[in-house]
């Protein structure tokens, strides 16, 4: 089992900054590759940006291309900061855990509990 927690969510205004962390425990050789997805309410739960174990390869949804970074420091943290925050970024963000290259969320095993984003206009 892999056990993960999201910190760093809040309230910020339009163009404000805001960086997520999700920590890994448990059993993290089978987290190969880490992704954020988010989750709006009465909307699909939506992929943001993916991972691989050595934090070298990223991916990201279109929509947050240019204005997202993710980064791993080891098996155990990855990092979501977000730049230039617009009012449609406003979700909850969970950190998830994969053994394989996908944005699939069907795909991912492993879920925190997430952490709210909320950006006003």
């Known amino acids: 089992q892999v056990q993960l927690v999201e910190s760093g969510g809040g309230l910020v205004q339009a163009g404000d900054s805001l960086r997520l962390s999700c920590a890994a425990s448990?059993?993290?050789?089978?987290?190969?590759?880490m992704g954020w997805f988010r989750q709006a309410p009465g909307k699909e739960r939506d992929f943001v940006a993916s991972?691989?174990?050595?934090?070298?390869?990223p991916y990201y949804a279109d929509s947050v291309k240019g204005r997202f970074t993710i980064s791993r420091d080891n098996a155990n943290m990855v990092y979501l900061q977000m730049n230039s925050l617009k009012p449609e970024d406003t979700a909850l963000y969970y950190c998830a855990a994969t053994s394989r290259l996908t944005n699939d969320a069907r795909r991912y095993d492993y879920w925190g509990q997430g952490t709210q984003v909320t950006v006003s206009s």
């Open positions: 991972i691989n174990w050595r934090g070298n390869i």
């Open positions: 448990g059993r993290t050789n089978s987290t190969s590759w």
